[in-house]
T-cell receptor, first 110, second 115 residues
Framework: AQRVTQPEKLLSVFKGAPVELKCNYS??????LFWYVQYSRQRLQLLLR??SRESIKGFTADLNKGETSFHLKKPFAQEEDSAMYYC????????????FGKGTLLTVNP | EAGVAQSPRYKIIEKRQSVAFWCNPI?????LYWYQQILGQGPKLLIQ????????DSQLPKDRFSAERLKGVDSTLKIQPAKLEDSAVYLC?????????????FGPGTRLTVT
């Protein structure tokens, strides 16, 4: 079974402050981890994936297999980062179907 | 490129009625997904198609939900009869194929309210 846990439903920070959205997972094989984002009145879209090892809009995420975590980080939050963030997992053994966490609503205050 | 299209955007029905949702994926995408997103939850996969064949429907409540993807392009998801707990946003997504974890592109969703 695959499971994704996002412990924070809500996260509020001030503009310019660092932000970290937590994600922990459970999967017996080698997982593929993703962060999806949904801005207000927009569609759910891919933000980044761990195999790309890239920074998107200043966000990075490192897969820590020892801690089974894939936390999303940004050193200086911007107001336009306010959105709903979902961590998701897929695995070869499950036809790469995505299992999503419950999401964290990030609010960046001016 | 045009995105994933869904209709209707909103639907209100009474319990025990039937409802159908339609999805048109991105052209050339072999894999199509239907998700159910209940308020406060992340999307949950209901069914996954590769072309017009079902890859995974393990979480589809088959006593009341059905889905088809004729000709491997458009898809419809039907609920018959609806229950109050079916109130949710139904998301359609598509990707190039299922054998590797390609990016999934999501439609705007259909918000269903069952009264």
């Amino acid at each position: 079974a695959q499971r994704v846990t996002q412990p924070e439903k809500l996260l509020s920070v001030f503009k310019g402050a660092p932000v970290e959205l937590k994600c922990n997972y459970s999967y017996s094989g080698s997982p593929e981890l993703f962060w999806y984002v949904q801005y207000s009145r927009q569609r759910l879209q891919l933000l980044l994936r761990h195999i790309s090892r890239e920074s998107i809009k200043g966000f990075t995420a490192d897969l820590n297999k020892g801690e089974t975590s894939f936390h999303l980080k940004k050193p200086f939050a911007q107001e336009e980062d306010s959105a709903m963030y979902y961590c998701a997992l897929s695995g070869r053994g499950s036809n790469y179907k995505l299992t999503f966490g419950k999401g964290t609503l990030l609010t960046v205050n001016p | 490129e045009a995105g994933v299209a869904q209709s209707p955007r909103y639907k209100i029905i009474e319990k025990r009625q039937s409802v159908a949702f339609w999805c048109n994926p991105i052209s050339g995408h072999a894999t199509l997904y239907w998700y159910q997103q209940i308020l406060g939850q992340g999307p949950k996969l209901l069914i996954q198609f590769q072309n017009n064949g079902v890859v995974d429907d393990s979480q589809l409540p088959k006593d009341r939900f059905s889905a088809e993807r004729l000709k491997g392009v458009d898809s419809t998801l039907k609920i018959q009869p609806a229950k109050l707990e079916d109130s949710a946003v139904y998301l359609c997504a598509s990707s190039l194929e299922a054998r590797v974890p390609y990016e999934q592109y999501f439609g705007p969703g259909t918000r269903l309210t069952v009264t």
